[in-house]
């Protein structure tokens, strides 16, 4: 073979090498590629957070106690049992108050609207909290009620019309425009009623007027127009003797993890069944509620047990068997449900109850009022995974206390009754200020502050 021709020979097998080669690259690269993620083009939405301005912190109060039946003449008639004392303060000083007339009480004082307003671009932190002792042949014990935000929708956990009950329905609005509202009751029969209330008035109506019949009532509050603040007054009379009142402010919806903390078990002579009673309703679906029972000081369960809910009907617990102390009941739902809790230091005259609504988590600065009357103490739930911190401090000066309140644990601390306080939180926490003596109850929970902006997302 010439040498010309054995290049070429080999020239030509090292193409077809090269070749075999690349073709092999090619069939390894193809086969990875397939199984290989394919690359994939994605676009996030372009947003920001804002903290939008705030506006003017609203607090309405509730105004006088109501008495019904006062007027032989006229069974249904609402007269003015007596005029609460208020206790407001905020950060900025104590909150300016403007006047509600109420023109379906004659002789009583003015419904106060508390008012925070603007400074830069900020506002002041404000709470107010009304309260009052009667002793009458018709009413006796103790109410406390904080001064609220209006709500278009909201529910009243709470009352009944069962023989020796006397509660009322007061709906206040403070908008300049009129507000329709429709009151449509959950229990052994379904019923609904629409009212209007003027702009910048309050009105009310007896519990029997739309819930005739129930003795375990549950109230949806839905306001068209103007948002109203919504409160429950009970009174009961054991025989002849006025066995207690209560003023229980609405609540703003249904959730599924609920924490009613403050409550106080008092010890009982006799059958204690009706001494802590658990109200609980699911709106709309089957539910199936898991209760836990934690003393105040402790992270473990006194009591703990489940409750089926059928849609729409309210059910009651009795939390019998429990020792005499402060305790939080912990509420987890498959379902979102609203409960409340009324509990009675006694029977009879010179007793009193009060009913308990869920604490909202606090993550943050608050002020909350506590108003005049018997000693007070602020109890503390924290339900998170991580210890928490809590400050107190009056607003108007004096010392500050500091509060660990252990994970998944509770804990209390006295309070000044007419005092203001300021409180921050390094965690999530629950409050609720509970006022006791011998026949006077009254369980206030601590709001989220009026005036507070959270940041929202927005997207173009």
Known sequence: MSGSRAFKVVATGARLATGAA??????????????APWPVIRHGAAHVEVTPLPGDSVLVCNGDL????????????????????????????????????????????????????VEGRSAPLIAGAESIALRTDDLAGYAAAPCGVPRLNS?????????????????????????????????????????VVPA????????????????????????????????????FTQVLDPAGMDLQDAVPGAQQQLSLTGVEVFASDGDDDEMAVLRLLSPGADARVQVRIVPEGSDSAADEFAVPLEPDLPAQVSL?????????VEVDSDAPVVAALRQQDGFGRDSDFAWVTPAPEIDGEVVFAVPSGPSGRLQLANSSDEDATVTIEPIDGGPSHDILVAAGATAGIDVETSTTYRMRATGAVRAAVALSAPGELAVLPVQASAGVEKAITVYP
């Open 66 to 117: 109501r008495a019904l039946g006062r007027d032989a003449s006229d069974p249904l008639a609402l007269s003015s049992a007596g005029s609460p004392t208020l206790t407001a303060d905020g950060t900025s000083g104590e909150p300016s108050s403007t006047a509600l007339a109420v023109q379906d009480l004659a002789g009583a004082d003015e419904v106060r609207v508390l008012t925070g307003a």
């Open 200 to 235: 910048r008035t309050q009105t009310a109506l007896p519990l029997t007027a739309i819930a005739a019949g129930d003795t375990a009532p549950v109230v949806r509050v839905d306001a068209t127009g103007a948002p109203v603040r919504a409160v429950l007054q009970s009174s």
């Open 22 to 35: 690349v073709i092999g690259a090619c069939v390894v690269g193809i086969v990875a590629a397939v199984h």
């Open 320 to 328: 019998g068997g429990l020792e005499p102390g402060r305790y939080t």
């Open 155 to 195: 529910w009243l956990v709470g009352g009944s019309t069962a023989t020796g009950t006397e509660d009322i329905v007061i709906l206040t609005n403070a908008a300049e425009v009129p507000s329709t509202v429709t009151l449509t009751v959950y229990g052994e029969a379904r019923s609904a009623r629409t009212v």
